[in-house]
């Protein structure tokens, strides 16, 4: 991998090297119920556990494992985890243990360990697996003890495993865990409603029909909520927030009046745990009764059961298990005897780690809520993440009558500008609705700033852009044409049609524009109003945010393709496949892509590489061949180096690897462009341009003065972008210094620090900075006042 270290800086940084798992035994295990995404994590702690000198141990069917021993808990090798990545479920096996809940069976467990001097656990699983592994680690001593009074082990082995670390992952696609904004599995499960959902809103057009679709969620309504959110259900019901009394009623005045505006379909999403407020239970088979009794229309259930648990994990649940995995081994090796068990978990785009008994008790905190039927408390209790996915379900969906609308008489354009971006749609239809509901008239602009200024301008309706969350490209239109050229035309178009405001979706090219608007400001008074960037390209490369709309189906489009490259070589002799990947000169795609893949090198423009580094990663993946591993990936970003092309390296590995293995390449091209938005897409998309148009209206109130909008102030002309845990709207005239504009990318990249975490799960000895590895906080009850800056997605 490319050897180029980083520009030297004031070293305040702390490296792992100084953090040694020499003479310490790592134990992993999953439990509970299965989630996409735990083998990424047992790989990379298996791996991580390797790299530091641990000794790491496969504990197979959970704890049930762990109690009966022999055979069930085996070391584990390097190569023990190869091809494991785009697995779903648990290799290892996971069971529910009965044995564990019992003082006996947990004597047992701790003589297993003790065999094996094992005094470091890893656990992967839900709520439960994790109160049971605290359990353990409060009883040990006293197990301990036991064991020596009844001599079956030593003073000595009592001594040597005197102190139990635990550090937990939450492994479960209901996303029930407080503290954390996703849980491993959870991402997956949402790629396997929205696909059962996508494949439903054909076959229900064509019909007339209403679906009801029952989603799993006993006591936690995220899937159903953040499902509903991503496909544009018209009703949903969750645990947390029974719907009022009458909603009977209520629902089916709301989807006869869907019908009577001409839509062809309904949807209603039901999670399984569903009650009302009295606390019966609402099952899908009497929403369905209710919807024919009493509107007669053709309806049809739909229960997805565990479908949601299968099939292979998604690039976010990989990267967010990989992540997840090193940290806790990190974690692990930190440890002391007075460090409480904590789980490692996500929080924004920041890993975090909490204690996990604090963890516990908010996660039953919420069920106790609803259990008291302090329903607004359960909601609150599930987080920030959880609460704006409620609020902003419920802004989109439930369209006002005119009279009850504010009358705010401000115009407000939306369009899309630069290369097409999955997600482009739901941000513009929750625009459109957002600003409606604030009363404001909104304009849709054609084929970006080339329509705006030959005036392909019209307004745009609430019920103009239903069913467009699901749709991929961009459907309003969109060119990479600058305003620079045309600001007289396009200043005349802004009177013509009295715009009052600008929300842009797009890439670099509309980060470009609002800058250039927000220079001519000085000579067109037309572009003295507010204006909103929200970024949205693949490659993500736009200054000020860690993420932009379109990058995570892109991602998602990249690594279904590579494992099915990979696969195409399984039973042939080894082989090495080198692929281009699209994102311009910026790495993103290539190195998270990477990551997500399980990529043996990925090379890209911002870690310059020379033909040492080349002919290094040659011999580094020839000698890996030599073992059992069978394949090889090799990714290359388009514009990484202008004389090492893809040909080069496929032509250089294809020879220095003769006799070891050969190579095959592949230019993923436009696909990586294309296809449905990913769940994540759609809802990123659906909340940046809710809170936008918020920004804009109090923006509008604020610049409204002597009958007319006037703002012309560095703040007035933004980009909403995600930081480490918040999101942020920022000026671009600030952005401007951030931003290395020759090659189209920010002047740092927050994703650059994940290089060193690819190249260890790839066996490379690299250095990799700690110093931005979670610390352990605490779980936060009471949230600061001002929402405006901070929200999770």
């Not at 270290?5 to 134990?27: C, V």
């Not at 996508?198 to 679906?211: G, L, N, P």
């Not at 009703?235 to 062809?264: A, H, T, Y």
């Not at 470009?512 to 929200?534: G, K, N, T």
Request: charged residues 25%; glycine residues 10%; hydrophobic residues 40%.
């Amino acid at each position: 991998m490319a050897g180029a270290s980083a520009p030297k800086r004031q070293d305040t940084r702390k490296f792992f090297e100084n953090l040694s798992g020499a003479g310490k035994s790592i134990a992993v295990l999953t439990s509970g119920g299965d989630a996409q995404g735990m083998n990424a994590a047992v790989r990379a702690v298996v791996r991580m556990g390797i790299y530091v000198g641990a000794k790491v141990y496969f504990i197979h069917e959970g704890y049930q494992g762990m109690v009966d021993g022999g055979d069930n808990i085996k070391e584990a090798k390097w190569e023990s985890v190869s091809s494991m990545l785009q697995v779903g479920g648990t290799v290892i096996g996971s069971a529910r243990c009965k044995d564990f809940r019992t003082h006996e069976g947990r004597l047992k467990a701790a003589h297993n360990l003790v065999q094996r001097d094992i005094t470091n656990l890893c656990v992967i699983g839900g709520d439960g697996s994790l109160t049971g592994a605290n359990l353990f680690r409060e009883e040990w001593s006293s197990l301990l003890e036991e064991l020596l009074q009844q001599g079956l082990i030593d003073e000595e082995a009592t001594q040597r495993n005197s102190e139990l670390h635990i550090v937990g992952m939450v492994g479960s696609i209901d996303n029930d865990f407080c503290g954390t904004d996703m849980t491993i599995g959870t991402d997956s499960a949402l790629h396997r409603i929205i696909e059962v959902v996508d494949a439903i809103m054909t076959t229900a057009q064509s019909h007339q029909r209403t679906f009801v679709l029952e989603v799993m969620g006993r006591h936690c309504g995220y899937l159903a909520l953040v499902s509903a959110l991503a496909c544009g259900a018209d009703w949903v019901f969750i645990p947390e927030m029974p719907p009022e009394d009458g909603w009977e009623d209520n629902m089916c005045q709301k989807l006869s009046e869907i019908r009577s505006r001409g839509s062809r379909l309904n949807i209603i999403i039901v999670a399984e745990g569903a009650t009302d407020r009295q606390g019966q239970h609402i099952t899908s088979d009497f929403v369905k009764d209710l919807v024919v009794r009493r509107l007669g229309f053709d309806t049809r259930v739909t229960i997805l059961g565990h479908v949601q648990r299968g099939g292979t994990p998604s690039a976010f649940d990989r990267i967010l298990a990989s992540r997840m995995g090193v940290e806790a081994v990190l974690a692990l090796l930190e440890a002391s005897a007075n460090t409480p068990a904590c789980v490692v978990s996500l929080v924004g785009n920041q890993a975090v780690r909490l204690p996990l008994m604090e963890c516990v008790q908010m996660t039953q905190e919420v069920q106790k809520a609803m259990d008291e039927k302090k329903f607004d408390e359960a909601v609150r209790l599930r987080g920030r993440s959880f609460e704006n996915n409620l609020s902003t379900y419920r802004l989109l969906s439930f369209r006002k009558a005119d009279s009850e609308l504010p009358n705010s008489s401000f115009n407000v354009a939306v369009m899309n500008v630069g290369a097409p971006a999955a997600g482009m749609n739901a941000a513009v239809r929750s625009a459109v609705r957002v600003g409606i509901t604030e009363g404001h008239k909104m304009f849709a602009v054609n084929d970006g700033f080339e329509g705006f200024y030959k005036g392909q301008i019209k307004e745009i309706k609430w019920g103009d852009v239903g069913g467009w969350t699901g749709q991929g490209g961009s459907l309003l239109g969109t060119k990479r044409t600058l305003p620079g050229k045309h600001l007289d035309k396009i200043a005349e178009q802004m009177r013509i049609h009295n715009i009052n405001a600008l929300l842009v979706v797009g890439g670099f090219e509309a980060f470009e524009s609002i800058l250039q608007l927000y220079v001519a400001r000085a000579d067109y008074e037309e572009f003295c109003i507010p204006m909103c960037i929200l970024p949205a390209t693949i490659s993500n490369n736009v200054p000020g945010t860690d993420l932009s709309l379109g990058a995570d189906t892109s991602l998602n489009a990249i690594v279904e393709t590579c494992d099915r490259i990979k696969q195409s070589a399984s039973g042939t002799k080894r082989r090495v496949f080198i692929i281009e990947t699209m994102g311009g000169y910026c790495g993103y795609l290539a190195t998270v892509g990477g990551l997500a893949a399980g990529a043996d090198t990925v090379y890209i423009y911002e870690e310059p590489f020379d033909i040492r580094d080349l002919q290094a990663n040659v011999e580094h993946l020839t000698e890996k061949m030599k073992t059992s591993i069978q394949r090889g990936l090799v990714l290359r970003n388009e514009n990484c180096n202008e004389n090492f092309t893809t040909d080069f390296i496929y032509q250089l590995y294809s020879e220095e690897g003769r006799g070891v293995f050969d190579c095959r390449k592949n230019i993923l091209g436009h696909m990586q462009q294309g296809g449905a938005p990913s769940p994540f897409d759609r809802n990123f998309g659906t909340k940046i341009a809710a809170k936008a148009m918020q920004w804009i209206t109090r923006t509008l109130k604020e610049s409204y003065k002597g009958g007319r909008v006037f703002a012309n102030s560095e703040e007035t002309a933004c980009l909403l972008g995600m930081r480490r845990r918040t999101l942020v709207f920022q000026p671009v005239a600030q952005l401007r210094d951030e931003t290395d504009f020759v090659h189209r990318i920010p002047k740092e990249q927050w994703w650059l620090k994940l290089r060193p975490l690819m190249k260890i799960l790839a066996k490379y000895k690299t250095s990799y900075d700690v110093s931005d590895s979670g610390q352990l906080e605490h779980v936060t009850r009471v949230r600061p006042k001002d929402s405006n800056t901070s929200t999770a997605i």
